[in-house]
């Protein structure tokens, strides 16, 4: 079973549609051993404290924190992230995984600068990446992609798109 360090953002993303009959939050941790800091912890229970869909589910993935592996790490809270990417980064560096999920658009050319071996996946490079095992299917990923946008306002985000043509390819 493959190991990866998860932040906030992607939690909620793989989250945001679970409770259709897909739910690429299990499956991703069906398939993965899914470690996470404390500090990720700490923001999905600010995020859980809002009264929207966002916070319905952070509150649905701190309500199975027993599926994930949480780590307390030391980071520099002067590096210009905030505490749970920057937790996370370092945990992805200490632990060696192969796989950072994050979905910080807006930060992914420093997050992808920080990371010593560990290759950055975002949720749509994650669905792509669920594909190729055949769950879900091209189709079911491209209809999860398009809730997931539309929940994170994802569709005017031009790398979401371009990697829309990874969820059909084989």
Known sequence: MSRLVADSSA??????VA??????FSICIAQSEVVVPTAVIEELREV????????????AVLERDETLEIRSVDFDAEFPLDDG?????????EL???????????????????LADT??????????????????SGTEAQMLLD????????????????????????
């Open 19 to 24: 409770d259709n009959d897909l739910d690429p």
């Open 119 to 136: 290759r950055l996946v975002t949720t749509p490079i994650m669905l792509s990446v669920l594909v190729r095992t055949e769950q879900p």
């Open 48 to 59: 859980a404290s809002y009264d929207d869909a966002h916070g319905r589910v952070a509150t």
């Open 85 to 93: 990417e920057n937790a996370a980064v370092t945990l992805s560096n």
């Open 96 to 114: 060696d995984v192969a796989l950072f999920l994050c979905d910080e658009f807006s930060q992914l050319n420093l997050i992808h600068a920080s």
């Open 11 to 16: 939690l909620v993303s793989l989250g945001i």
């Open 147 to 170: 809730k997931i946008s539309d929940a994170r306002s994802w569709k005017a985000n031009s790398y979401v798109q371009r990697t829309r043509s990874l969820l059909n390819e084989p």
